[in-house]
Nanobody, 122 residues
Framework: QVQLVESGGGSVQAGGSLRVSCAASGHTSRNCIAWFRRAPGKEREGVASIYIGSGDTRYTDSVKGRFTISQDTGKNTVYLQLNSLKPEDSAMYYC????????????????WGQGTQVTVSS
């Protein structure tokens, strides 16, 4: 079992930055932690993932060069730094955990947090 709690969302103007956090507890070794987002009327989209321990990362094309996923293994926390934000980045951001699979597809992930809202105004 893995428990995930997101925090750090908020409202920012276009071009600004935010950092969202995902605190994980339970059996997290050999897990992949990913960030997904869902905007109103749109499907859930995989944003970035990181393999706990090795730190290998993946990103969806639309956020490459703007978002950075990282981990603090001592705190069992995964961060997503969101820079150069655009209005189209506005969404509920969720973190999720999967065992040894870091692909950015929702069906890969067994555990989900409750989400944190990111709103970017133009």
């Amino acid at each position: 079992q893995v428990q995930l709690v997101e925090s750090g969302g908020g409202s920012v103007q276009a071009g600004g930055s935010l950092r969202v956090s995902c605190a994980a507890s339970g059996h997290t070794s050999r897990n992949c932690i990913a960030w997904f987002r869902r905007a109103p009327g749109k499907e859930r989209e995989g944003v970035a993932s990181i393999y706990i321990g090795s730190g290998d990362t993946r990103y969806t094309d639309s956020v490459k060069g703007r978002f950075t996923i990282s981990q603090d293994t001592g705190k069992n926390t995964v961060y997503l730094q969101l820079n150069s934000l655009k209005p189209e980045d506005s969404a509920m951001y969720y973190c999720a955990a999967a065992y040894e699979d870091c692909r950015l597809y929702p069906w890969v992930y067994n555990y989900w947090g409750q989400g944190t809202q990111v709103t970017v105004s133009s």
